[in-house]
Structure formats: C-alpha cells, structure tokens
C-alpha cells in the first residue's frame, strides 16, 4: 500500500481523445528522481469542455492509479490544463494616481492595486483569470518600464495579458477532478503549458511562435521578450482532417482517423504515384491510393495554416525580426507539415520536441535532471510535461517566498512591510 507524499508533482491533459498524465517525484534536494507518464482513451471532453463528467472522472481514476502502481507513490494533487473556443485571452489596462499632488515612491501596494484594477476592469462577473502578464507599467505617461517599485512618479498604468475563462468550464473542470478523488493544485492554459516543455528562454526572449494542433483545437502563442505577447485559438484540428478523410472516402470515422495518423501526408510530393493503402470497408480490403488520400488532407492543412499566418502575420512585436515557429501536438508529425508551414508562412519551422531536462539549483550551467529519454512522438505529451515542469517551478518560487527567504528572517519581512507603509504616506 502506498502512502500519499507532498514530493509528488502530477500534471493532467485533458484531451478530447486521451487523458495523459505525467508526475515528478521529487527527492530530498528537490529534484527530480523519476518522472514517468500514462495514458488512456477518453470520450468526455470535446474542444476543451467537459462533456461527461462521470465517464471521465473514471477513465481519470484508473488511468491515475496504473500511474502509482508505476511509481510507487500515491497521487493526491494534480496539476490540469484548460483549453477552449471561448476561453478569453485580451489585453487589459488601468491608470491610477499615486497620490493628489508631487510625486511618491511606488510601492508593492500600488503595483498590485493597478494590477487588480486592471483585471477587474476587463472581466466580466462570470470570468475567471487563470494568468496575468503584465507587459509593461508607465509611470507619469512617458516613462516605460517592467517593474516601477522605488521609483517617484504622480501616475502609475499598467498594460496586462490576460487568460481568463467561463467560471462555469472551469467550476467542471474542478468538479471532475475532485469527483476522480484528487485536489486541483492549479488550472494551467494548455498553451502555456506545452510552451516550458517546448520553447527556452532564448527563444521566448528573441521571438517565436508556438503552434500547437490538437484533436479539436489549434493554438498559437508569441513569446518576446521572455513574456506571451499574443495567443488564439482556433476552432479547428486533426479531428476536422479525419472527418474530411471520411466524409470524401465514404469511411467511418475512427478508420478515418487511423488512416490519417498511419498514411496522412500534407502534400503529395514525395508519395509515389502508385503508392497504395489497403483499407478494409464493407468486410472487404480494397487499395486507396496515398496521393487520394494526401489530396484530402493538403486543402485541409493549407487552410487552417492561411488562418494561423493571417493571425500571426499582424502581431506588432514580431515585426521586422526573424523568428521561428515550433510546431507541436499529434498532427505536427505528420508527413510533410512542417515543410508544407514553412512555405506558407515563409519563416523557418521545426518540431518542438520537451526538453529531456528540468534545471536544479544545484547543478552546473547546461545541465539537469534526466527525466526519460525523448522522441518524436513525445510532441503528442508536451502539454503534460509542461504542467509538471509548471509545478517544479511554482514550488521553487514558493520556497523563495517571503517568508522561505535565503536567511529566513520573519524580521526581513516585517522591516520591508513598515518600509512600503512609510514609502505610501511619506
């Protein structure tokens, strides 16, 4: 019998098809001694909603539990994404004074009341921010900074990147969670996630794209500067190629899909002329040939990349630099996309395979904790090992609290706290 243990870190995906599920264990340096993944099929999410929630919460229970039998550790509290169509992503803004006349020092009280102005101003009663990204503060209208603390100025404004969702989607999302016999640690946007297990800071500080197509879904964020700088999400993915594939071929759906998982190819260019698949329909095996198949899917893809350069091709931060796109989920493996994008969208491409290693404090510049070895296909897990990487991270930032500091003096705390109150009245 296992005993239930606060060094485990769990991250949950929940996809329209799959429930991945990865955890960290945790040993008593903080790293990472073994991390190891499951999954299983699932038909109660669609496009990111929660669709039946008892068939789910099953599926997430037993799926859970082959995880503990493979790590030896019980699981408690998990790590869950939240992805879909009507999740809010929108800039928000709020100007403050700092005081009635002169100048005064911005303090940590004024830069969280101007941010939650911000968000209180652009959300709706029935919204739910899930993160926040301040890209930058303006004190007395002309002077633009990242961070204004001690700094004099009349007034402060605040520009804000938020991810919010319907209070109702992610109230289910809890309910599944808990009804499965687990605590929600934290709802991550399933875009954010995948982006630490895909991208490096040097990337997200030069500028780049993350594609990510999954089953219902496509998401595409743009990172500069080391912050998300845009995103959207479009109501399109590889389920809608399977059901092109069906549709045309006259063919049920889950063969459909199979066929464009095994034989899908975004152009035709390579395949040979009489290359053949042999499907089985009607109790019989009849030969479909591959460039059929590929002219279903190339319209299709082509489509969806026209939308994703239209979206990306109007982002200010990426004018006049080269930056690259990195493609994940399932459908980025497929034969022939990433050259067929970079054609489109006329920037270099590549696949965005997780990182094999988280860093640890302790470790020299470079190297880490191996975590399992990676492949190709380990594009389809990056959203799960981007939530556990998401909470290795919020538990370093947690011991570096305020009252975790290095020398871990309550005194530390309480000399800044009368500091920011003489500062404000001062």
């Given amino acids: 019998m296992f005993s239930y243990s606060s060094n485990i870190i769990c991250g949950v995906d929940l996809g329209s098809h799959r429930i991945k599920i990865a955890a960290g ?59 879909a169509k009507d999740l809010i992503l929108r800039c928000a803004g709020a100007v403050m004074p700092l005081c009635d006349r002169g100048n005064k020092i911005v303090t940590n009280a004024d830069i ?29 209208e002309h002077n633009y900074m990242e961070n ?19 209070l109702s989607h992610i109230e289910n999302i809890v309910r599944l969670i808990n009804q499965a016999g687990f605590e929600v640690e934290d709802i991550v ?20 794209v993350l594609i990510d197509i999954g089953a219902d879904l496509t998401q595409v964020l743009v990172f500069k500067d080391n912050i998300l700088r845009f995103s959207e999400i479009i109501n399109y993915g590889g ?22 998982d095994a034989h899908g190819a975004a152009t035709s260019k390579d395949i040979g002329e009489n290359e053949e698949v042999m499907v089985r329909k009607d109790d019989l095996y009849q030969p479909i040939k ?39 989920g399932g459908t980025s493996l497929m034969e022939g996309l990433l050259e067929l994008t970079e054609s489109i969208l006329g920037v270099p491409v590549k696949l965005g395979i997780p990182k094999a290693k988280i860093p640890s404090e302790r470790s020299q510049p470079g190297y880490g904790k191996d975590l399992f070895s990676f492949s190709n296909r380990s594009v389809i897990y990056s959203t799960v090992i981007g939530l556990v990487i998401y909470g290795f991270n919020a538990r370093k930032e947690k011991k570096l609290a305020i009252f975790q500091s290095p020398d871990k003096n309550i005194l530390t705390y309480v000399t800044g706290r009368v500091k920011d109150i003489y500062s404000e009245y001062f």
């Fill in 112 to 140: 969280n009341l101007i941010n939650s102005q911000a968000c209180s101003l652009n959300l709706k009663l029935d919204e739910e921010i899930i993160h926040k990204f301040s890209h930058r503060y303006i004190l007395d």
């Fill in 25 to 83: 264990v945790l040993d008593k340096r903080g790293d990472f001694s073994l991390l190891d993944y499951a999954g299983a099929k699932s038909s109660g999410m669609s496009a990111g909603l929660v669709t039946d929630i008892s068939s789910t919460s099953r599926t997430l229970k037993q799926t859970v539990g082959s995880l503990e039998d493979k790590i030896k550790h019980k699981i408690k509290r998990v790590y869950v994404n939240i992805n």
């Fill in 189 to 208: 946007f399933s875009g954010v996630a995948a982006s630490l297990a895909v991208l490096d800071k040097n990337l997200k500080n030069s500028g780049c």
């Fill in 148 to 166: 204004p603390k001690g700094l004099y100025g009349h007034k402060l404004a605040v520009d804000l990147y938020l991810i919010a969702g319907k």
């Fill in 290 to 328: 591959r460039r059929s198949i590929s002219g279903i899917i190339e319209p299709e893809v082509t489509q969806l990349l026209v939308r994703l350069k239209e979206k990306i091709d109007v982002v200010p931060c990426l004018k006049g630099i080269d930056y690259p796109v990195i493609m994940s």
């Fill in 239 to 260: 389920n809608n190629i399977a059901s092109a594939i069906s549709e045309v071929l006259r063919l049920p759906f889950t063969l459909a899909e199979e066929i464009k």
